[in-house]
């Protein structure tokens, strides 16, 4: 590969990198083809651009980035990156549905990054992966907005229902007599 070409291909991965809000770094050796074409079907359902890079265009890549001397002890051996734009949690959470899977077994974490802090696999996996997503924020922020509305139509509620229950409890006890 040319010196043009490579310069490309870090430019590339370089502008991954910057729009990205996360990122999960994978070793996928001895994976089956149809196990990596599963993962890759998955990513892209998850709105997450996967791709298998060469170490030295990521450390040139990030270099000057936050956190980018730390993901040097990542690079070792085969890399694929899972790049999330929109949702940080999107690709840790694909990964770890996979690795439950039989054939995801040999899927390997080797780290994450997200807004510059460098996160070592196991922090990927319990951390990232359970996050919400950016659909379950929204509908805990909608809940948390109606709650006093909900109270407070409750609260307005509350003499017209307890004066049905006086009305039926003397009607009981009026039967009853």
Same mark, same amino acid.
């Given at each position: 590969m040319d010196r043009n070409a490579k310069s490309v291909q870090i430019g590339e991965i370089t502008s991954k990198f910057e729009k990205m809000s996360s990122a999960v770094f994978l070793d996928f050796k001895g994976?089956? +083809? /149809?196990? +990596?074409? !599963? #993962? @890759? %079907? %998955? $990513? @892209? =359902? !998850? *709105?997450v651009d996967y791709k298998v890079v060469k170490n030295t265009f990521v450390k040139h890549a990030t270099k000057n980035t936050k956190g980018g001397d730390a #993901? /040097?002890?990542? #690079? +070792? *051996?085969?890399t694929g990156v899972a790049w999330a734009y929109d949702d940080p949690s999107a690709a =840790? /959470?694909? +990964?770890? =549905? $996979?690795r439950k899977t039989a054939e995801g077994e040999k899927l390997t974490i080797k780290g994450g990054i997200i807004d510059g802090q460098v996160l070592d696999a196991k922090s990927v996996e319990d951390q990232l992966a359970t996050m919400p997503g950016k659909d379950e924020l929204r509908s805990m922020l909608l809940a948390t907005m109606q709650a006093p509305l909900q109270n407070f139509v409750a609260l307005l509620q509350a003499p017209a229902q307890n004066f049905a229950y006086l009305l039926d409890a003397k009607k009981r006890e009026a039967e009853g007599a």
């Open positions: 994976l089956p +083809v /149809k196990s +990596v074409t !599963a #993962l @890759r %079907q %998955q $990513f @892209r =359902a !998850a *709105g #993901l /040097k002890k990542m #690079l +070792v *051996g085969m =840790a /959470k694909v +990964v770890k =549905a $996979f």
